[in-house]
C-alpha cells in the first residue's frame, strides 16, 4: 500500500498550488480519501475529505470556498486544487485513505497515509 503525495512549494500569498496524491496497492474506489496538514508546533487536521463515489465532499471551515478536492479513478489520483492561499496555509499536507464510503474528520479513522508534502505561502 503506498500513498505518495506531491505539488508542493512555495507560492506567495494568493497564489494557487494543486497537490496530487497517487494511490497503490489497494482498490482505489472502495476508500474514502482525506487531506490533512499539519503546521509546526500544531496537531494534524483535517482539510477535505471526498466519499469513494466522489460525490461527496467535504471540507474545513479555513479552506471552505478556496480549495476543491477531487479524484480520478483511471489514475487512482485525488487532487487538491488551491486557491487565494494564505500565511496560515502553510503546512505539511499529508493525503490519507480509509476503507468505506464515509469521510471522516478525524486522523485516528484513516488507515494509510502518505509522506507528506510541504506548503509555504509567504511573499
Known amino acids: 500500500v503506498q500513498l505518495q503525495a506531491s505539488g508542493g512549494g512555495l507560492v506567495q500569498p494568493g497564489g494557487s498550488l494543486t497537490l496530487s496524491c497517487v494511490a497503490s496497492?489497494?482498490?482505489?474506489?472502495?476508500?474514502?480519501m482525506g487531506w490533512f496538514r499539519q503546521a509546526p508546533g500544531k496537531e494534524r487536521e483535517f482539510v477535505a475529505g471526498?466519499?469513494?463515489?466522489?460525490?461527496?465532499?467535504y471540507y474545513a471551515g479555513p479552506v471552505k470556498g478556496r480549495f476543491t478536492i477531487s479524484r480520478d479513478y483511471a489514475k487512482s489520483t485525488m487532487y487538491l486544487q488551491m486557491n487565494s492561499l494564505k500565511p496560515e496555509d502553510t503546512a505539511v499536507y499529508y493525503c490519507?485513505?480509509?476503507?468505506?464510503?464515509?469521510?471522516?474528520?478525524?486522523?485516528?479513522?484513516?488507515?494509510?497515509w502518505g509522506q507528506g508534502t510541504l506548503v509555504t505561502v509567504s511573499s
Open positions: 471526498i466519499g469513494w463515489s466522489g460525490g461527496n465532499t
Open positions: 490519507a485513505a480509509r476503507y468505506g464510503s464515509t469521510v471522516w474528520g478525524t486522523v485516528g479513522e484513516y488507515s494509510y
Open positions: 496497492g489497494f482498490p482505489f474506489r472502495n476508500f474514502a
